[in-house]
C-alpha cells in the first residue's frame, strides 16, 4: 500500500486531467497505517503470477533420492529426481532434468478387510496388498512384511534405484499438476569384462 500525506493527495487530483484513471494502490493515512502490521516486503501479484511449470506427459528416466514412512497417511513416500532425459518443462526454459516427484504406496490399516472399494470388487485390504506386490515387482524389491519395509527405509537400501516413471497430469481444485502415475525399476545395461 501506498501513503501519502494530505497534501500531496490534494496535489495528485489537481493534476489528474481527467481520462481512465489508473489503477493505484489505496491511499493510505498516517493514522490509519499505525494500526497496521508492519510488513515488509514488496510484490505484485497479477503482474508476478506465473503457473507451475509441468513436464510432458510421457515415460522418464529419474533415480530413487529418498524413501519414507508417513505414519498420519500409514503410507511408503518414493521421492524421485529426473535425470538423463534433456528436454524442457511447459514454459519452454526449465529442464526437466531435476524436476522432483512422489509415488506414494498405501499399506493396509486395520479395519481394511471390513471395508470394500468404490467399485466394490474386493476390500480395501486386498485393494493396496495388490498395488503394493505389482509395484515391489516392477520395483524388483522385496516388500513382503512391514518389518522389512522398514529395515529397507532405515537402511536407507532404495536410496538410488534407477527408474522409469510415466508422469501425467491431474486437475484438482482447477489447478493442473503433475503426478507420477507408475514406477518401475530401469534395467541398467552392464558391461561385460
Known amino acids: ?34 494500526g497496521m502490521p508492519p510488513i515488509d516486503t514488496e510484490f505484485d501479484l497479477e503482474d508476478e503470477y506465473k503457473p507451475e511449470p509441468l513436464v510432458p506427459n ?20 518414493w521421492k524421485v529426481t529426473l535425470a538423463e532425459n534433456g528436454g524442457v518443462l511447459s514454459d519452454g526454459e526449465t529442464a526437466i532434468d ?36 505389482r509395484f515391489a515387482e516392477g520395483m524388483k524389491i522385496n516388500m513382503n512384511t512391514p518389518t522389512i519395509i522398514a529395515t529397507a527405509i532405515a537402511n536407507q537400501d532404495w536410496v538410488g534405484i534407477p527408474v522409469i516413471v510415466t508422469i501425467g497430469l491431474n486437475e484438482y481444485q482447477g489447478v493442473t499438476r503433475n503426478q507420477i502415475n507408475k514406477m518401475i525399476q530401469a534395467e541398467v545395461a552392464t558391461v561385460e569384462e
Open 98 to 133: 531435476g524436476w522432483t516427484g512422489y509415488v506414494r504406496n498405501f499399506m493396509p490399516l486395520k479395519g481394511d478387510e471390513n471395508v470394500m472399494t468404490k467399485d466394490g470388487r474386493q476390500t480395501k485390504r486386498q485393494s493396496k496388498v495388490n498395488m503394493m506386490t
Open 1 to 34: 500500500m501506498v501513503r501519502k500525506s494530505d497534501s500531496e493527495k490534494a496535489e495528485a487530483v489537481e493534476e489528474d486531467q481527467g481520462g481512465a484513471p489508473e489503477e493505484e494502490a489505496p491511499m493510505i493515512s498516517d493514522e490509519e497505517m499505525a
Open 58 to 77: 510421457g515415460n522418464y528416466r529419474g533415480n530413487v533420492v529418498g524413501v519414507s514412512f508417513e505414519p498420519e497417511h500409514n503410507n511408503i513416500a
